[in-house]
Nanobody
Framework: QVQLVESGGGSVQDGGSLRLSCDAS?????MAWFRQAPGKEREGVAR???????YYAESVKGRFTISRDSAKNTVYLQMDLLKPEDTALYYC???????????????????WGQGTQVTVSS
């Protein structure tokens, strides 16, 4: 069982920045960030594998950066130029090669954190 703990959420103004962190209890091949806004489905934001290949949702390309520190089993999400539509509960997820290969199919990710709230005001 892998434990995931997110941190770094908060409230910022339109155009601001936040950095999310996710500490994993052990190494996993694939780590990703998802988000869910009220009344909307959970959507994938960014993912990274063990060789640091990354992929982003179109809505965040050029604004968000995912990275990982394998020595610490930690994944980060640097969020710049935040917009009100980025407001959501952000979840860290982890899994195997199959998880990253699936893209952002939430059911293919084995482990989930409890979520951290990001609120962007205009």
């Amino acid at each position: 069982q892998v434990q995931l703990v997110e941190s770094g959420g908060g409230s910022v103004q339109d155009g601001g920045s936040l950095r999310l962190s996710c500490d994993a209890s052990t190494f996993t091949y694939c780590m990703a960030w998802f988000r869910q806004a009220p009344g909307k489905e959970r959507e994938g934001v960014a993912r990274i594998n063990s060789v640091r290949a990354v992929y982003y949702a179109e809505s965040v390309k050029g604004r968000f950066t995912i990275s990982r520190d394998s020595a610490k089993n930690t994944v980060y999400l640097q969020m710049d130029l935040l917009k009100p539509e980025d407001t959501a509960l952000y979840y860290c997820a982890a899994g195997s090669w199959n998880s990253c290969s699936s893209g952002f199919r939430a059911q293919e990710y084995d482990y989930w954190g409890q979520g951290t709230q990001v609120t962007v005001s205009s």
